[in-house]
């Protein structure tokens, strides 16, 4: 089992910085993807950003250049680092981790974080 914990959500103004941090533990593969989903109300959960194991990141078309996901491998660790906010970014940001194994790949997920931005 994994585990995965979200911290740096909050308020922040339209154009303003937030840092979102997620932590795992528990059994993690040696090869995993980690990344940050969001939901907001009304609408689907979508993938933000993710970042693989070999470190090449993929963003959302919509946050692209505004947005960077980093990891630290030895702490179990991805952040997301977002910049220029706008107001359509609010949402509940979560964790995922993806176990990739002979035995099959399994998700996991953290709690959430609330994001919210004001305009």
């Known amino acids: 089992q994994v585990q995965l914990v979200e911290s740096g959500g909050g308020l922040v103004q339209a154009g303003g910085s937030l840092r979102l941090s997620c932590v795992a533990s528990?059994?993690?593969?040696?090869?995993?993807?980690m990344g940050w989903y969001r939901q907001a109300p009304g609408k689907q959960r979508e993938l933000v950003a993710a970042?693989?194991?070999?470190?090449?990141?993929n963003y959302a078309d919509s946050v692209d250049g505004r947005f960077t996901i980093s990891r630290d491998n030895a702490k179990n660790m991805v952040y997301l680092q977002l910049n220029k906010m706008r107001p359509e970014d609010t949402a509940v940001y979560s964790c995922?981790?993806?176990?990739?194994?002979?035995?099959?790949?399994?998700?996991?997920w953290g709690q959430g974080t609330q994001v919210t931005v004001s305009s």
């Open positions: 995922h981790l993806l176990n990739v194994g002979r035995s099959g790949s399994y998700n996991y």
């Open positions: 528990g059994t993690i593969f040696s090869i995993n993807d």
């Open positions: 970042i693989y194991s070999g470190g090449r990141p």
